[in-house]
């Protein structure tokens, strides 16, 4: 799935992307390694890859609770 990087903390390697309808989707440092990325800018577009949010869990700036990003790196062509 494509996305748009929103946020990027580099200190905790955690952030935002916002999907194509705009819902914002939180990420945490395990998703961001898991991409093998470096670093990450606000507006790059990403894939990325979803999974379930953990029980109770809730979403980051408004976002789906029910789901969580697994995987960010940079989009391809």
């Not at 905790?12 to 916002?18: D, M, Y």
């Not at 395990?30 to 029980?55: H, K, N, S, T, W």
Request: proline residues 5%; negative net charge.
């Amino acid at each position: 799935m494509q996305a748009t990087a929103y946020t990027y903390d580099p200190q905790t390697r955690a952030g935002s992307v916002l999907l194509d309808d705009g819902t914002p989707v939180p990420f945490d440092a395990a998703a961001f390694d898991a991409g093998g990325l470096r670093l990450l800018r606000p507006g790059q577009r990403v894939r990325i890859e979803l999974g379930e949010a953990a029980e109770g869990a809730k979403g980051a700036e408004g976002g789906d609770a029910g789901r969580r990003v697994t995987l960010v790196t940079l989009q391809t062509f």
